[in-house]
Structure formats: structure tokens, C-alpha cells
């Protein structure tokens, strides 16, 4: 059974400090997809970033970053020089790479980011 | 592009009603996913739908149910309601296998 994760339930930083959210997951499969997600106090969840199971490279956007291992089976998330409007909750997500196209998402149980100024 | 739109935003319910809940796709997305968040299960798939089956399930009772309509907008029903069915109900949706983009959620109190 796939299984995500985040052992952070909670972070507080304050306004430029850098903030590490981690994901560990579980799976079977050898081919898989994994997310983060934003979910502000609107609710919506935000898509931030895809990664294939087969593609370990770290990627950069902006004040974001994503540091994929899969011999740790670990996907965690940097942001640099938080900001307040950082403050959300975030989960990490799976699913798997189904030839039908379709994705079905085990999320982790989120980590709560509180960024004040 | 208009995204993912879900209505209503908030319901109030009593046991033993139903209730159905609307989610209006992203425009050309053909799959529809519902998902369930409560504070004590987290965020649990329900159901997925593409052109108008029902392709996958989640460990949902049967009260729990749904369909899609042949302009991609899905609608689930949950009969018979229990507390223990408040939660935020989310409605994603994709295009192909790419990501899911979801709406603002119906927040659902059942009393």
C-alpha cells in the first residue's frame, strides 16, 4: 500500500528564514508521481510541483525548491526567505503512474507553516 | 481560464439527510476527482470519473456516490448523513494524466 509521511505537524519561522518541510514515502510501484500542494485558508488545495519516479533531479522555482531521493524515498520541500503569505498548510502527495491516465493521490496529513513577520 | 468552481460553499445538514454536491470542471478537462479532508482522516480520495464512468473508488460506504454529466460536470450525493460525514468535500480536476487542480471545496456540517 502507498503510504506519504510528514512528520512535521507544525512549523513557526519567522519572515527570511529558509524552512525545510519533509516527505517520505511508500511504495511498491516503480513508477510513480509525487506532489506538493498548497492549501491556503480559502481551502483550495495549489498545485506547486510534479515529479517522476524516474527523474531525480532537483528542481528551482523561485524561492522554492524540491530535493527528491529516491534511495531515501524522500521528496522534501525548501523555501527560501519565507515570506507571511508562505503561511499555509502543505501536503505532499502520490499516486501512481496508471496507463489509464488516470491519478489517484495519497496525501500526507500536511504540515501546518506559520511564517510571522 | 475559469478554474475548478463548486457549489455551494457551505451546507448545513442534520443527520439522516442527503445531500448533493456540484463541481463544474476546468473547461476541455475530462476527469473529475472527489476527495474528503477532515481533521482526524486527512484528505481521502473518494471517487473519480472520465467521460462519465466512474473509473475508480475509494474505501467509501455506499451512502457515498456520484456522477459525471456529458459536459464533464460531476455532481456526489451523500445519503442518509452522519456527523461523521462533515467535512471539506474537494473537487478536482485534470486533464489526461496531468496534475489536479482543485476547487475551494464544499465545507459540509452535518448537525
Known amino acids: 500500500a502507498q503510504k506519504v509521511t510528514q512528520a512535521q505537524t507544525e512549523i513557526s519561522v519567522v519572515e527570511k528564514e529558509d524552512v525545510t518541510l519533509d516527505c517520505v514515502y511508500e511504495?511498491?510501484?516503480?513508477?510513480?508521481?509525487l506532489f506538493w500542494y498548497k492549501q491556503p485558508p480559502s481551502g483550495e488545495l495549489v498545485f506547486l510541483i510534479r515529479r517522476n519516479s524516474f527523474d531525480e533531479q532537483n528542481e528551482i522555482s523561485g524561492r522554492y525548491s524540491w530535493n527528491f531521493q529516491k534511495s531515501t524515498s524522500s521528496f522534501n520541500f525548501t523555501i527560501t526567505a519565507s515570506q507571511v503569505v508562505d503561511s499555509a498548510v502543505y501536503f505532499c502527495a502520490l499516486s501512481e503512474a496508471e496507463n489509464t491516465g488516470f491519478q489517484k493521490l495519497v496525501f500526507g496529513t500536511g504540515t501546518r507553516l506559520l511564517v510571522s513577520p | 481560464k475559469a478554474g475548478v468552481t463548486q457549489t455551494p460553499r457551505y451546507l448545513i445538514k442534520t443527520r439522516g439527510q442527503q445531500v448533493t454536491l456540484s463541481c463544474s470542471p476546468i473547461?476541455?478537462?475530462?476527469?473529475v476527482s472527489w476527495y474528503q479532508q477532515t481533521p482526524g482522516q486527512g484528505l481521502q480520495f473518494l471517487f473519480e470519473?472520465?467521460?462519465?464512468?466512474?473509473?475508480n473508488k475509494g474505501n467509501f460506504p455506499g451512502r457515498f456516490s456520484g456522477r459525471q454529466f456529458s459536459n464533464s460536470r460531476s455532481e456526489m450525493n451523500v445519503s442518509t448523513l452522519e456527523l461523521g460525514d462533515s467535512a471539506l468535500y474537494l473537487c478536482a480536476s485534470s486533464f489526461g494524466d496531468e496534475k489536479l487542480f482543485f476547487g475551494s471545496g464544499t465545507q459540509l456540517s452535518v448537525l
Open positions: 473547461s476541455g478537462h475530462r476527469s
Open positions: 470519473y472520465f467521460s462519465e464512468t466512474q473509473r
Open positions: 511504495t511498491r510501484d516503480t513508477t510513480y508521481y
